[in-house]
């Protein structure tokens, strides 16, 4: 008996090396394709497009209890350089109690009050419904879709209708900071979606890759919104969307010069909240979706679903971490890949200084410098592991928290499109 039981303690450990090792592998691989991609930016040219028709547009602006910033983001929106006739500006107003619809009103506006009862509220499904009634008034070739925080750069529907007249169905705009001078918060975040736009989405464009999904600056043709609804149940609808269009072989193309300006949290409390729901949301899309994804690309030999199954599997990158950690302490008299790796293979100490100083530090420097960015920009950049002491506690706030809620973020930030775009509206007084 007791033989029995010693050999199942080897087999335990055999497993167990063999998963730490597969676990590094992943890892270590997912890693290095991450980091090629990264350094593909330096290859990117951009594609010429002509517009040679002006499409119709229905721009939506979902909005819950937004009194504090609905006007700023209405007024960037009508003030858009694009024929007036050829865009109407909605405020989905999601179960309001404050005085955003009175405020869109005072605006002149399309309104669309939502207060359907009973079921998951949330925002994927305000927007499900509003989309099928602008729809349903069949006169917009595309819809495009703001959260209540955000502003639109002013050649936003120019640059849309650009891409619609050259074949592409959905397409994310460059999200930026609007209120990176409120604090370090926003401005680490602000520094994260310039490097991200940078090294994530252009090369991914450039390579033939699907773009991300934001959830703001977004633009469907109207033909891919007939055939995709947005998910009413889940709590990251846009994740959920770009994995569903992906896994259809569907491309979501990104561009880079129709800018959407976001809102970041102003304290940690927000930032948690927000990070948490992304989370809870990221693993419910990934318990969804992933294996769909992995089947795609082997199937079909879709790279675009290899990236979306790689992206999509990121949200149990800290759980994969934590395990690969245990079990290489419990096997760590054992067979390691990775240590071995660095032992066998000659220069190796080298190349890791080297891909870690061209992509961590050199790269980023040389993007905030050519950016023009201040001097407090390069100081956010290098603040950014901060956050990292609060992945464990939003972790593990995203496992254990409530699906029953969507749980929006308070917002109250007063920067308005005349603030950020201030020659293209000279003597213009900025709302407020």
């Not at 955003?100 to 998951?120: C, K, N, P, W, Y």
């Amino acid at each position: 008996m007791l033989k029995f039981f010693d050999m199942i303690g080897v087999l335990l450990k055999y497993i167990a090396v063999f998963a730490a090792n597969i676990i590094q592998l992943f890892l270590f691989c997912s890693g290095m394709f991450y980091l090629f991609l990264c350094l593909a930016a330096v290859i990117v040219k951009k594609r010429p497009m002509k517009s040679p028709k002006n499409n119709k547009f229905a721009v939506l602006i979902i909005a819950c209890n937004e009194e504090k910033v609905i006007r700023f983001s209405i007024d960037s929106l009508k003030k858009m350089d694009y024929p007036k006739d050829c865009f109407s500006v909605y405020v989905v107003a999601d179960h309001c109690s404050d005085n955003t619809v009175q405020i869109a009103r005072s605006m002149d506006v399309e309104i669309m009050e939502h207060l359907a009862g009973g079921g998951f509220q949330s925002k994927g499904r305000a927007m499900k419904w509003a989309t099928e009634k602008a729809l349903v008034l069949n006169k917009y070739d595309a819809i495009c879709y703001f959260d209540a925080d955000s502003l639109a750069h002013p050649d936003f529907l120019e640059e849309m209708n650009k891409h619609l007249n050259n074949g592409e169905k959905v397409i994310q705009g460059r999200q930026l900071a609007k209120n990176k001078k409120d604090g370090w918060l926003p401005k680490i975040l602000a520094v994260g979606h310039l490097l991200s736009n940078v090294f994530f989405q252009s090369p991914k464009y450039a390579l033939g890759f699907s773009g991300t999904l934001h959830g703001k600056g977004m633009c469907f043709s109207s033909d891919t919104a007939r055939q995709f609804s947005w998910d009413e149940m889940c709590l990251t609808e846009d994740i959920e969307m770009q994995m569903r269009l992906i896994s259809n072989s569907i491309r979501i193309t990104w561009a880079e010069a129709a800018i959407v300006y976001d809102e970041e949290p102003i304290n940690i409390g927000q930032y948690i909240k927000r990070t948490a729901r992304w989370t809870r949301g990221s693993l419910d899309t990934a318990r969804k979706h992933l294996r769909g994804l992995f089947l795609a690309a082997l199937f079909k030999r879709d790279i675009k679903a290899f990236e979306g199954a790689l992206y999509c599997s990121n949200v149990y990158r800290f759980s994969f971490a934590m395990l690969m950690a245990f079990l290489i302490y419990y096997t760590r008299d054992s067979f390691n890949l990775i240590i071995w790796l660095y032992h066998i293979l000659p220069g190796t100490e080298f190349a890791i200084k080297i891909l870690a100083f061209i992509p961590l530090i050199l790269y980023p420097l040389a993007v905030l410098m050519s950016e023009k960015a201040e001097f407090s920009m390069l100081v956010a950049y290098f603040l950014q592991p901060v956050l990292g002491v609060f992945r464990i506690p939003v972790f593990v706030a995203g496992v254990f928290r409530s699906r029953g809620e969507w749980g929006i973020t308070e917002h109250q930030s007063n920067v308005g499109i005349s603030d950020i775009v201030k020659d293209r509206f000279l003597g213009d007084k900025a709302i407020r």
